[in-house]
């Protein structure tokens, strides 16, 4: 006898499963996402098809998907996660579809889910996901599995050969210039050292393979290197100029999606042409691993030694223009932080253009969170007496890097008669209420000294815990400052000596 049931039941018990999975089939949906994670050392940025099926998934896919992420790629490795619907700005052009994940996820899952984002309940979240069936990851061919963590961009967009190996990260870099166009077309050559109208755009910066942090790799003579390799060298790739409305759009969307990570500023010192400062935001934004939007202020340094004087003419006359650019990006994105970074003369430009906006409008205050002064070009006289009480205990927490083995401060005094400069440590050390002075005499130097701050690893590091954790200096005690109390000078902070 058949354990076969009649030709008509079987027809029907056919069509039912062909029906109940037509119903499931309906349920599955693709998701193109971005997602990235975030750590203390690392952010990661990258695409991923996600494809859902049994479930409505809609509303939670993009966490869902950063999540997912973060475990089967990233070996739990970020802090936090976030997802959004793919957008090329965002993520960028050139990474590759190479996240790929097939998941089954019933209502009940997806309610469990969406209940626990809602009421942000992280451990609830995990546990949910825990329970969740194991998604089918799906890896390129061309790539294997063990090269996905140099091939994921830190930060910036992941530059490839044909083979899929990594080349070179490319960074998208905004910026605000009132240098005048020189008429040349090639980015390196498109500014000079002249003033001109403000003027806003974007510029694309190779950032190699083999990078190290607090480092600008440039080509060597030594090496027999005469011209620059993107592949070994930080280069400028390209400039592109954008209206003031465009510029102020994408930064409010690199600065708002995925997490709200904010606006890093970088400000330029003296004897600085515009394609070394591009350069030099690159690699400080990469090196800090930021992962919102980075932006440059260029002033019309002529970039040269000998120019000292015609740099600080420059500086006195770009006030104006900082106070709009400040004015500007605080309303730019409503809610994201902003962290700004001005370096040796440039900190004349800021500090003074803050002191105008905030005299002008103190509301502006608000987006503002972190300012370094690092080696600051200052007069110290003029600071204590006129500009910080301007702009300390006015919400931002303002750091100092000073140093005492500064040559190019130490050259800057003599040129103004003696007079201190804010930068220098030593007997003199400015220290203020509400400014967190760190002596970094004892970290080496490279040239004059004079950019410490970005050659050196270790203050790399500390500016790290401090724009992406804002850690107050008595947090980052434990890591690499110690502090000290000094009866003529009061209490302040330095690196610990190895």
């Known amino acids: 006898m058949s354990n076969f049931p009649p030709v008509s039941v079987r027809l029907i018990l056919l069509a039912l499963l062909a029906l109940a999975g037509a119903a499931s089939a309906a349920h599955a949906a693709d998701f193109d996402l971005c997602v990235r994670g975030t750590s203390l050392d690392e952010t990661r940025t990258a695409r991923l098809l996600l494809t859902v099926d049994g479930a409505d998934a809609a509303s939670i896919a993009p966490r869902l998907g950063a999540e997912l992420a973060n475990h089967h790629f990233w070996a739990d490795g970020a802090e936090e996660v976030d997802g959004a619907p793919y957008d090329a700005e965002v993520c960028g052009e050139t990474i590759a579809q190479q996240l790929r994940l097939s998941i089954m996820l019933t209502p009940e899952q997806e309610l469990e889910i969406a209940s626990a984002l809602a009421r942000e309940d992280q451990s609830g979240l995990r546990a949910a996901l825990a329970r969740l069936p194991a998604p089918t990851v799906i890896v390129p061919a061309s790539v294997h599995r063990k090269e996905f963590k140099e091939l994921e961009p830190a930060v910036g967009e992941a530059v490839v050969d044909a083979s899929g190996k990594l080349r070179y990260h490319l960074m998208r870099m905004y910026y605000a210039t009132d240098r ?187 987006p503002f969170k972190q300012l370094v002064l690092a080696a600051p070009d200052v007069d110290a006289d003029v600071f204590r007496r006129e500009i910080g009480p301007a702009i300390l205990g006015k919400g931002p927490r303002v750091t100092l890097y000073a140093s005492s083995n500064d040559k190019a401060l130490a050259a800057s005094r003599k040129v103004h008669g003696g007079y201190r400069r804010l930068g220098e440590s030593g007997k003199d050390l400015v220290v203020l209420g509400n400014l967190d002075t760190v002596d970094a005499s004892t970290v080496s130097t490279e040239l004059l000294g004079h950019s410490y701050y970005q050659d050196s690893g270790t203050v790399m590091s500390d500016l790290i815990y401090l724009i992406r954790k804002s850690l107050p200096p008595e947090q980052r005690e434990r890591f690499a400052l110690e502090r000290v109390t000094d009866a003529a000078v009061g209490l302040y902070w330095r690196f610990k000596t190895r």
């Open 180 to 366: 005048r166009a020189t008429g040349e077309t090639t980015a390196d050559g498109h500014y000079g050292g002249d003033r001109g109208p403000l003027s806003f755009g974007v510029v694309n910066v190779a950032v190699p393979r083999t990078h190290e942090r607090g480092k600008l790799e440039s080509p060597s003579i030594l090496r027999l290197e005469f011209s620059a390799d993107p592949e070994k060298h930080v280069t400028l790739q390209s400039l592109t100029i954008l209206t003031q409305d465009r510029w102020r759009a994408e930064i409010a969307k690199q600065a708002t999606v995925l997490g709200n990570p904010g606006i890093l500023v970088f400000i330029h010192g003296y004897n600085a042409g515009f394609a070394d400062a591009a350069l030099r935001a690159a690699q400080v934004s990469f090196d800090l691993k930021f992962p919102g939007a980075t932006v440059l202020y260029s002033w019309p340094s002529r970039g040269s030694l000998v120019e000292y004087t015609a740099d600080e003419q420059a500086a006195e006359w770009s006030v104006p223009d900082m106070q709009a650019f400040l004015a500007s990006l605080s309303t730019i994105a409503p809610g994201a932080p902003i962290y700004v970074i001005a370096h040796s003369m440039g900190n004349r430009v800021f500090t003074r253009g803050f002191k105008a906006l905030l005299d002008k409008d103190p509301s502006r205050v608000a």
